[in-house]
């Protein structure tokens, strides 16, 4: 299975647990005013930027593109970090402010080189730092009161360091989905957290095509209610 | 100052040399052993034109002609350049005069040189004074605006000349071919390759990657040097400096290819005019090639490594540069 079949494999079964759990939830903290912080691991998706190939002009007579090397670049899916810190507006409505840390790797297949040289993959490991605001509502119902089901929406500033620091981009990026809370005990006051989704930001102005792209996304986290 | 009368081998060949990729400046050693770019101080630089017609090109034909190849220089965003046409003269272009003579000149001993750049240069600061492009018209020559195929396109030598005369030197970017003769080009993507291509081909009235980025490094602008980057680093062979390497510089995000030349004794290179963004690195020897159209004839050059690609994607940032780069070569 890959690693974006596995996140899709993930999205689904969280999917299917919040709609199952959507009925039977009922906890009863936090409640307004409560914050809660959040701490935990995130795995990004990845995605293709595609091929290009390094072309020299024909001389007349020469048929058929000339080509030096061709190259095939993707950025691959990545783990990372999280760290978020909320506040309940209402007992069901809350709104977090974060920062998620990944070190996704850029990097570009080589072959088809005209003087032979053997094909290589090179790579470049990129910094990403996601500021975000986002805004969940929680299913609070009146069953199991150790579940809370819950959906979010926001967005955020995404800084991205190429190696070495010195290239610096930046842009907007949108996130969505649903996830589940479980509360340890019973004070309710420490929690794991699961969630999955999509995030979707502007291509890079250093692709050949600058494209939007929506990229799976899913965390799992200690929660902390104060 | 002293003036020195240079003549660099500098020629637009129709059949002999160099496969390979990058723009590489003129340089000369001045007073006190430091190496300095030929570069012009003053603009616009001012140009004649010999009154001598061949056939099917007149002078006057020609004068239009080179008047674009002028311009096609004059015309990158990124560098300040200009110049003007003085007039027509009876002289020809191979004279140390004061004046920057182009024209038509019979040359039978030069059988394979196209076209020829001749320089005079101040020797204590590396200022051109005077440059002069002869055109050998033992070779069929056109002006047709969609080229000739029984004759070589004088604008598209001209743009190649023109760039010595500003003080480029040769690209290798390029691969080419044995033939009985000498070396046909397959693919080039500089103007400054210094193989010609074939009869009728009109593609190098056009500027490159390379030739802009090497243009831009000579009399580049602010804008330039703000919003471009540069790649440096050293070529390597078990532990050694390799001289004479080849690198070539891929962006990519706009797949432009510019070149350059690890040039001293620590096998160093820079690579400046780089769009910001990712780059791949190759490296390459000059190892089928006439080696005096890129270097003097006792600068050592190693050609005994295999093609290589550096092992890591580079990044370039704006009006900065990526260092340290070390690409490790084998021998063949």
């Keep these: 299975m890959s690693a974006t079949e596995r996140v899709s494999a993930f999205l689904v079964a969280s999917a299917a647990f919040v709609l199952l759990t959507a009925t039977s939830a009922g906890a009863q903290v936090p409640t307004a005013g409560s914050w809660e912080f959040t701490g935990g691991v995130v795995y990004v998706g990845g995605f293709d930027i595609g091929p290009l190939a390094a072309e020299l002009t024909p001389n007349s007579g020469t048929t058929g593109r000339i080509t030096l090397f061709d190259t095939d670049s993707r950025v691959k899916p990545s783990p990372g970090v999280l760290a978020k810190i909320g506040v309940f507006l209402s007992p069901s409505f809350a709104l977090e402010g974060g920062l998620r840390y990944t070190r996704p790797v850029f990097e570009t297949d080589i072959s088809g080189d005209f003087e032979e040289a053997d094909d290589l993959t090179a790579e470049q490991t990129l910094s990403q730092y996601l500021f975000d605001v986002t805004a969940v509502w929680h299913f609070r119902g009146s069953g199991d009161a150790r579940t809370m089901p819950f959906v979010y929406g926001g967005g955020g500033y995404l800084r991205e360091l190429h190696e070495g620091n010195a290239l610096v981009e930046d842009g907007i990026e949108f996130h969505a989905g649903g996830g589940v809370k479980w509360w340890f005990g019973a004070s309710a006051r420490w929690g794991f957290r699961a969630q999955g989704g999509i995030s979707a930001r502007d291509g890079s102005e250093f692709e050949p095509e600058k494209k939007r792209r929506v990229i799976p996304e899913a965390s799992g986290s200690i929660v902390w209610v104060f | ?332």
Excluded at chain 2, 22 to 35: C, D, E, H, I, N
Excluded at chain 2, 43 to 50: A, K
Excluded at chain 2, 223 to 244: E, L
Aim: hydrophobic letters at 40%.
């Design chain 2, 1 to 332: 100052m002293t003036r020195r009368r240079v003549v660099l081998a500098i020629v637009a060949v129709c059949a002999l040399t160099v496969p390979a990729s990058a723009y590489l400046k003129l340089g000369t050693v001045v007073v006190g052993g430091r190496t300095m770019s030929l570069r012009w101080q003053d603009f616009p630089i001012s140009y004649f034109v010999t009154n001598t017609d061949v056939a099917q090109v007149s002078a006057t034909q020609f004068q239009a002609t080179v008047t674009r190849a002028f311009n096609t220089w004059h015309a990158v965003e990124t560098a300040e350049t200009s110049s003007r046409f003085a007039g027509f003269v009876a002289a020809p272009p191979n004279r140390s005069d004061g004046a920057s003579v182009l024209g038509f000149l019979s040359r039978p001993d030069q059988d394979r040189t196209l076209a020829a750049t001749s320089f005079t240069i101040d020797d204590t600061t590396g200022e051109i004074l005077e440059s002069d492009i002869y055109f050998n018209s033992i070779f069929p020559w056109s002006t047709a605006e969609a080229g000739n195929t029984e004759r070589f396109d004088v604008e598209s030598i001209a743009v190649h000349e023109i760039g010595h005369f500003l003080g480029l030197s040769h690209s290798a970017l390029g691969e080419t071919e044995l033939q009985p003769g000498g070396r046909r080009v397959i693919g080039a993507e500089s103007v400054m390759f210094p193989i010609a291509f074939s009869r009728g081909n009109i593609s190098d009235r056009q500027l490159r990657a390379d030739d802009i980025a090497g243009i831009s490094d000579l009399y580049g602008t602010r804008a330039f040097t703000r919003d471009f980057g540069s790649i440096s680093g050293r070529v390597t062979k078990n532990g050694r400096p390799v001289k004479g390497a080849h690198v070539v510089a891929f962006s990519t995000q706009s797949g432009k290819l510019i070149g350059g030349f690890s040039l001293n004794d620590d096998g160093e290179f820079v690579i400046a005019g780089l769009q910001p963004g990712p780059h791949i690195l190759r490296a390459e020897p000059l190892d089928d090639a006439d080696l005096t159209s890129f270097f003097d004839e006792d600068f050592e050059v190693d050609v005994d490594f295999r093609v290589t690609f550096y092992e890591r994607v580079v990044a370039v940032p704006r009006g900065g540069g990526a260092n340290d780069v070390e690409i490790k070569v084998t021998s063949k």
